[in-house]
């Protein structure tokens, strides 16, 4: 099926950020397209003190770039080498796959003395199906055929605050 690792993404899209600023990365973030509703979702779950993480292999500095937009308590992913004056080198300092991404949650879980089966999860692809798995509930948003399979339940929609109907009645504190 010519599925690439994220190794070998990375090692394939890492030259093209060679000499790039933090500043200029956050520039071409702002123009990449993401589902609707970013913000007013993590509004929501913020009110209801749900601690939130994007959690990808993608470059760090790119869920940097989100993460800061949109008001992310947290973010994960590939890193790569800066070089003099912040900027980015090209060269894969860390790597970050699907079993990173289960690692990044469980300190996290551990961090807030948050048992795992109390975690829950939202992603789209193969490369979340084992913080699926490790998790006591997953959505699979707007997911692949796979994801959805593995996923607790499945939501297609282009408005992210839709997945606030699915994790109220499992996850979400209720309301005072």
Same mark, same amino acid.
């Given at each position: /099926?010519?599925? /690439?690792?994220?190794?070998? !993404?990375?090692?394939? +899209?890492?030259?093209?950020? #060679? ?12 123009? !990449? ?15 209801? #003190?749900? $601690? ?17 937009? $949109?008001? $992310? ?18 060269? *894969?300092?860390? %790597?970050?796959? +699907?079993?990173?991404k289960v690692?990044? *949650?469980?300190?996290?879980? %551990?961090?807030?003395?948050?048992? /795992? ?9 193969? #490369?979340?199906?084992?913080l699926f798995r490790a998790?006591? $509930? #997953? ?11 593995? =996923?607790? !339940?499945? !939501? =297609? ?12 009645? %499992?996850?979400?504190?209720? +309301?005072?």
């Amino acid at each position: /099926m010519g599925l /690439m690792s994220a190794q070998a !993404v990375a090692a394939t +899209e890492a030259p093209y950020f #060679s000499g790039r600023s933090r500043e200029n990365i956050t520039s071409i973030m702002r123009d !990449v397209p993401l589902i609707e509703g970013i913000r007013e979702t993590l509004q929501e779950l913020h009110r209801r #003190s749900v $601690f939130t993480v994007l959690n990808t292999w993608a470059w760090r500095f790119m869920a940097s770039a989100v993460g800061d937009r $949109f008001g $992310f308590d947290e973010w994960t992913g590939a890193r790569m080498n800066c070089g003099p004056g912040g900027l980015l080198t090209g060269a *894969v300092a860390r %790597h970050f796959d +699907e079993r990173d991404k289960v690692r990044a *949650v469980a300190r996290l879980a %551990h961090r807030f003395g948050v048992p /795992m089966s109390r975690i829950a999860a939202v992603g789209d692809a193969r #490369s979340d199906i084992p913080l699926f798995r490790a998790v006591g $509930f #997953s959505i699979a948003l707007n997911g692949s055929a796979q994801a959805r399979a593995a =996923a607790s !339940v499945a !939501v =297609a929609t282009p408005w992210l605050p839709d997945i606030l109907r699915a994790l109220r009645p %499992h996850f979400l504190p209720a +309301e005072d």
